[in-house]
C-alpha cells in the first residue's frame, strides 16, 4: 500500500467517532449556502485520485506518493502549531473540543496524531485482534456500550447463543479488551453467556474445541477424571488446584464451570440437580450446566473453565 493510500486509510478509519456532530450554519451544512460534503464523499474522491497511480512506473508513483506525504507533513506541523496558539485563548480550549465533534475535522486531527484515540476506538481496535477468528466460526462481536471503566459487548452470528461462547468470551473478548484497554475493569456481555463446552472427533487423541480460542491453549491443563467416571447427564463437584469446580456431561460435550452463584458467589453444594439445571440452595438461582446460562438473572452466567476429553481422560484448565 502506497503512503497516500495508507493515509486516507487512517482517516476511514476515525469514522467512529465523534458521537455527535457540531451544529451547522444553516441547513444545507455551510455558511455560504453551499452544500457542504460528507466525510465519506471525500475519502471517496480521494481513494478515486490515487487509483489513478496504480499503473504509473514505480520511480512517477514513488515520487507523487513522497509529495502527498510531505503535504500531509506540512498540514499535521500548521494544525499543531495552530491548536498550540488557539489554546491560549481563553475559551478557545471549549471552542476547540466543539468543532472536533464535525466528522471531518475529527478524522482529519486524527489522522495527523493530533487527537488521541477515543476509549471507544481503542475497545474496537482491541476487538479486530480478534475478529478475524471469530469470523473463522462464523461469528462477530459488536461493542454496545462504553462507559469507563465498564464496556458491554453482543455476539452476532454462529457467536450468539454458542454453547462455547463463554469461552470466547473471556479468552477473547474479555482478554483482548483488557490487555488493549487497561483502563477498563469490567466487561460485560448484554447476552446470557454460553458454555465452555467441547466435543470429540472420534479420534481418541484428537480434541475439538467450539470455540475457536481454546485451541491455542496447549499447556496448563489439569487431569480431572476418567471419563468413564462420568457417565451422560451426571454432574460431579471436584476440587481442581484449589477450586470447586462443576464437571459435567452431555453425550460427547463436558462441561466444566466453577462451582460458585454468580448472584452471591456461594457454592452451590447440595443444590438440586435435574434435566441438567442446578438450582443454588441460598437463593434459588438456576443455571443450564450445559452452557452456564442463570435462567432466573439471564444477564450473569456461571464462571467457565476450559474443558477436553482426550482419550478417556478429562482435563480442566483454569480460567482465572
Not at 494544525?79 to 475559551?91: A, D, M, N, Q
Not at 478524522?107 to 485482534?129: F, N
Not at 462451582?259 to 457454592?267: K, L, Q, R, S
Request: hydrophobic share 40%; glycine share 8%; with cysteine.
Amino acid at each position: 500500500m502506497n503512503e497516500a493510500s495508507k493515509s486516507s486509510g487512517a482517516l476511514r478509519s476515525e469514522t467512529s467517532e465523534p458521537q455527535s456532530v457540531a451544529s451547522q450554519s444553516n441547513e444545507n451544512g455551510s455558511a455560504d449556502g453551499v452544500p457542504e460534503r460528507s466525510l465519506e464523499d471525500m475519502l471517496s474522491h480521494i481513494r478515486a485520485l490515487e487509483a489513478l497511480s496504480d499503473d504509473w512506473p514505480a520511480e512517477q508513483a514513488n515520487a507523487a506518493n513522497a509529495r502527498a506525504l510531505a503535504i500531509e507533513e506540512l498540514n499535521a506541523e500548521a494544525f499543531k502549531r495552530l491548536i498550540r496558539s488557539l489554546k491560549t485563548v481563553p475559551g478557545m480550549g471549549q471552542a476547540l473540543r466543539e468543532a472536533a465533534t464535525d466528522e471531518v475535522v475529527y478524522a482529519v486531527l486524527r489522522s495527523h496524531g493530533i487527537l488521541k484515540p477515543s476509549v471507544h476506538e481503542r475497545v474496537e481496535a482491541a476487538l479486530d485482534t480478534i475478529r478475524p477468528s471469530l469470523a473463522d466460526h462464523g461469528g462477530d462481536v459488536e461493542v454496545v456500550l462504553v462507559e469507563p471503566p465498564g464496556v458491554q459487548v453482543r455476539f452476532l452470528g454462529a457467536c450468539d447463543n454458542c454453547p462455547a461462547s463463554a469461552l470466547t468470551f473471556y479468552s477473547g473478548v474479555k482478554k483482548a479488551i483488557q490487555d488493549h484497554v487497561p483502563e477498563i475493569t469490567e466487561v460485560k456481555q448484554v447476552k446470557g453467556l454460553g458454555g465452555a463446552s467441547t466435543a470429540g472427533t472420534g479420534d481418541d487423541e484428537t480434541v475439538y474445541y467450539a470455540s475457536p480460542f481454546a485451541q491455542y491453549t496447549s499447556d496448563g491443563w489439569l487431569h480431572a477424571l476418567d471419563l468413564a467416571e462420568l457417565a451422560d447427564g451426571q454432574t460431579k463437584i471436584i476440587d481442581i488446584d484449589g477450586h470447586s469446580v462443576l464437571l459435567s456431561r452431555f453425550g460427547d460435550k463436558v462441561t466444566c464451570f466453577e462451582n460458585a452463584c454468580a448472584h452471591m458467589g456461594m457454592a452451590m453444594d447440595g443444590g438440586e440437580i435435574a434435566d441438567g439445571i442446578i438450582t443454588c440452595p441460598y437463593h434459588e438461582f438456576k443455571y443450564a450446566l450445559e452452557s452456564g446460562e442463570c435462567l432466573t438473572a439471564p444477564e450473569v452466567q456461571l464462571q467457565p473453565h476450559l474443558v477436553r476429553v482426550k482419550g478417556d481422560k478429562i482435563d480442566v484448565r483454569l480460567v482465572e
